[in-house]
């Protein structure tokens, strides 16, 4: 993640209070990677697994990290990573280009 304040400063003053991931769940229809911190305040694992539930089953991979919060690549290369190579390896398996 590169910082930029000035987007940091939109965001807070612009996006966060419509942003809302919920209301989007019903239109998902490609497959899912979550990556969840089990150590996250921000997303709460037991929020990000309700989340989770609600996208397509067949289609959407919940990872849990344990040990990793808000920041999972930098708290769980070690898990993160791999967990990301795995799924787009498994995507294309099953999804090969055509």
């Known amino acids: 993640m590169i910082r930029n304040p000035d987007v940091a400063a939109h965001y ?3 996006e966060v209070l419509s942003f809302d991931p919920w209301s989007l769940l019903g239109a998902v229809r490609c ?3 979550v990556l969840a911190g089990e150590d996250d305040p921000v997303c709460p694992l037991p929020v990000v697994e309700e989340l989770a ?3 397509p089953a067949d289609t959407t ?4 990290l344990p040990g990793a919060r808000h920041t999972i690549f ?3 290369p070690d ?3 791999p967990a990301v ?3 787009v390896a498994e995507i294309g398996e099953s ?3 055509s």
């Open 74 to 76: 930098r708290d769980r």
């Open 31 to 33: 497959p899912v990677l």
């Open 12 to 14: 807070d003053s612009h």
């Open 53 to 55: 539930s609600q996208l």
């Open 79 to 81: 898990l993160a990573f």
């Open 85 to 87: 190579k795995t799924f």
């Open 61 to 64: 991979r919940l990872v849990r």
């Open 95 to 97: 999804h090969p280009a």
